[in-house]
């Protein structure tokens, strides 16, 4: 089975902190996605990445960035939270190709005071 | 069908009824479609995926219905249990440039009575 993990649950942060959301998959996977999740407007990709070292902006990516040193490891940067990305935070992996099923994480539920 | 707003369109049956939910999306060149479930305080699960050179896809108590004519997806669950109870969402591959690129509906929730 595909496991993709997320290094937290829930969190608490201040606004104007740095805030950093861990994703690791174990299926060897070349896509990995970031999404943010919140009531009435569905799931939004913030950033994706196609290879190690690779990133592509997704639809809102405004206030974030990404890292991928490693194929399995996908990190989200907040670089100074704010109170409006108090959201749930999904990441995904899928396989190379382009009809590949994206897998998810259990999810990151961040409150931003 | 899709929400729109905060309010997700809401399914109830009775446990052992069959549901069918419903998805429009929105680009007819859109080439895979997967159905996800959510329940609550957890990541969507994969349930069933279809390409677009079908129609119909089934799985264990699960069945995908794909009209590209009306551009309508349907998931089918059968003989529903209380573990189905979550959020059901559909999602079309848009793919932009060759790349994969997902776009997600609202959901709908699907409520279990016993």
């Known amino acids: 089975d595909v496991k993709v993990t997320q290094s937290s649950r829930y969190l608490v942060k201040r606004t104007g902190e740095k805030v950093f959301l861990e994703c690791v998959q174990d299926?060897?996977?070349?896509?990995m996605f970031w999404y943010r999740q919140d009531p009435g407007l569905g799931l939004r990709l913030i950033y994706f990445?196609?290879?190690?070292?690779?990133?592509e902006k997704g639809d809102i990516p405004e206030g974030y960035s990404v890292s991928r040193e490693k194929k399995e490891r996908f990190s989200l940067i907040l670089e100074s939270a704010s109170t409006n990305q108090t959201s749930m935070y999904l990441c995904a992996s899928s396989l190379g190709g382009v009809q590949e099923t994206q897998y998810f994480g259990p999810g990151t539920r961040l409150l931003v005071l | 069908g899709e929400s729109v707003g905060l309010h997700l369109p809401t399914l109830s049956v009775q446990e052992g009824d069959n549901s069918i939910i419903n998805c429009a999306y929105s680009?007819?060149?859109?080439?895979?479609f997967i159905w996800y479930k959510q329940e609550s305080g957890k990541g969507p699960q994969f349930i069933i995926d279809?390409?677009?050179?079908?129609d119909k896809r089934q799985g264990q108590r699960v069945t995908v219905l794909l009209n590209k004519t009306v551009k309508h997806l349907s998931l089918q669950i059968a003989a529903t249990q209380p573990g189905d109870s979550a959020v059901y969402f559909c999602a079309e591959n848009i793919g932009v440039q060759g790349a994969q690129k997902l776009v997600f509906g609202q959901g709908t929730r699907l409520t279990i009575n016993p």
């Open positions: 680009n007819s060149a859109s080439d895979y």
């Open positions: 299926m060897d996977h070349e896509n």
């Open positions: 990445s196609y290879d190690v070292k690779m990133k």
């Open positions: 279809i390409r677009s050179n079908m």
